[in-house]
């Protein structure tokens, strides 16, 4: 046994694929088939599923609802989820981790408690037409108005605004003591002056959307800020550093079900009278998909425990972005060899390893892009050196 799982944490992905197995991957070609939906009583089932098996908010503590999983226990079931596509996984879900930290008592009451329960959902509006890798560049402004803000900008690619009650929004301060720095707002999607633009189509089939928003005069009670002026980027990189890490996981379990697909599929093809398998060209992509996979495994199960066992921030930003490019560019690899197995059935959307070959091209752009990875792990290695970053 590489990993040195304990018996819960192998019980608890045992639980994860089981449930990924004999309830989601049947209903991939069906979701990609109908523009990402599943029939409304399957995805009740669903959802039904994920509270019995104590999936529901996984990441958070038990005294608040949550599944109170270790961080390496979350990898175990982000990665189950991976293996299956169009985003059936994320009825596993996560909501913010860093929020009860800091929430009011009436965010508690209102926003996190709920969203642990699963009864509410949220979304993130950070990107704009302007702001993307360079978070600090976004326009969007918020002016403190009395006891109340006033929001105002333009949001790209905010991820399930179809199905969100509310979104968090990311803005600059436009006056007081913090201007121009970052906060971070709760705007529930019925305020007045929140508007959908448009849903543009996007190269994956999920029934999540993607929309771009305006927020035009918004006015939201100061109860609404989260945590204290000038604390929007931390809360950001927070997220990017858990999701980063997730992201990781998500990639593994891609890219170990595109093997036993692939390697499946080979044994039985026959080209020329012989298995696809005893070609030597084809052992090889196998090869060099198993090897990364294992290199990558190692890395992201190292990196969630060394947050269970609260390694320095600094440590963790370089691991989970190094993680988070090296899993992600994996991934890809490993679907871009698997359709190439599968030959004209990788082409087809039906097929696995197709809706990978797409759906995986985001795990390099989102959550800071392959290069943005980069940057972070070089400036690492010039403050740390080698052995700070890799020791
Ligand atoms: C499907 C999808 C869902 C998303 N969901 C959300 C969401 O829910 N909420 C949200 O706020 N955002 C969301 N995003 C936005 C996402 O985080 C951004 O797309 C991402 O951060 C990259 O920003 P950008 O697209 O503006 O690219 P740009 O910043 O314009 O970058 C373009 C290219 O230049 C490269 N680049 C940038 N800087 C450097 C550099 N210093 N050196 C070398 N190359 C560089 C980038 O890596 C990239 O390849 C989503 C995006 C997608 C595609």
């Known amino acids: 046994m590489t990993h040195e799982l304990s018996p819960p944490d192998l019980e608890i992905q045992e639980r994860a694929r089981r449930f990924v197995d004999e309830e989601l991957i049947p209903w991939e070609v069906h979701a990609e088939m ?3 939906e599943l029939p409304p009583e399957v995805g009740r089932r669903h959802e039904d599923e994920v509270r019995r098996l104590g999936f529901l908010a996984i990441n958070q503590p038990t005294e608040l609802g949550g599944g109170g999983y ?17 985003a059936l996984g994320w009825v596993v879900s996560t909501p913010a981790g860093w929020l ?15 969203t642990i329960a699963g009864d509410k959902h949220e979304c993130y509006a950070i990107t704009e037409e302007g702001a993307g890798s360079d978070v600090d560049a976004i326009a969007a402004t918020a002016r403190r108005d009395g006891d109340a803000y006033i929001l105002n900008g333009e949001k790209w690619h905010v991820t399930s605004a ?18 121009g ?25 999920f029934a999540h959307h993607h929309w771009e928003m305006a927020f035009e005069d918004v006015r939201v009670p100061a109860t609404h800020l989260v945590g204290a002026e000038g604390d929007g980027m931390a809360f950001t990189y927070e997220w990017f550093r858990y999701e980063r890490l997730m992201i990781a996981a998500r990639c593994l379990g891609a890219a170990e079900r595109l093997i036993e697909e692939a390697q499946s599929f080979a044994s039985q093809r026959l080209v020329f009278g012989e298995p696809l398998i005893d070609r030597q060209a084809i052992q090889f992509m196998l090869a060099d998909s198993v090897t990364e996979l294992w290199a990558a495994r190692l890395m992201t ?11 320095d921030l600094k440590t963790l930003h370089a691991h989970c972005s190094m993680i988070k490019l090296y899993a992600s560019e994996m991934a890809n690899r490993v679907a871009d060899r698997a359709v190439q197995i599968f030959g004209g059935r990788g082409y087809m959307r039906e097929n696995v390893a197709e809706r990978f070959a797409r759906e995986l091209r985001v ?4 959550e800071g892009a392959s290069e943005v990875q980069r940057v972070i792990i070089a400036d690492q290695l010039g403050k740390r050196g080698v052995r700070g970053v890799a020791g």
């Open 34 to 36: 109908n523009g990402g």
């Open 70 to 86: 270790s961080v390496l226990q979350q990898v175990l079931i982000q990665e189950q989820t991976g293996r299956v596509t169009n």
């Open 100 to 114: 009860p930290a800091v929430a009011t008592p009436y965010q508690m009451e209102h926003y996190v408690l709920p």
């Open 162 to 179: 179809n199905l969100a009650d509310y979104v968090f929004f990311q803005a600059k301060l436009t006056d007081g003591p913090h201007a």
């Open 181 to 205: 720095s970052h906060a971070l707002f709760i705007v529930d999607m019925e305020t007045p002056g929140v508007r959908h633009i448009r849903t543009p189509a996007y190269t994956h089939t």
């Open 301 to 311: 199960y190292q990196t969630a425990r060394e947050v269970d066992a609260g390694t």
């Open 363 to 366: 795990d390099r752009i989102w």
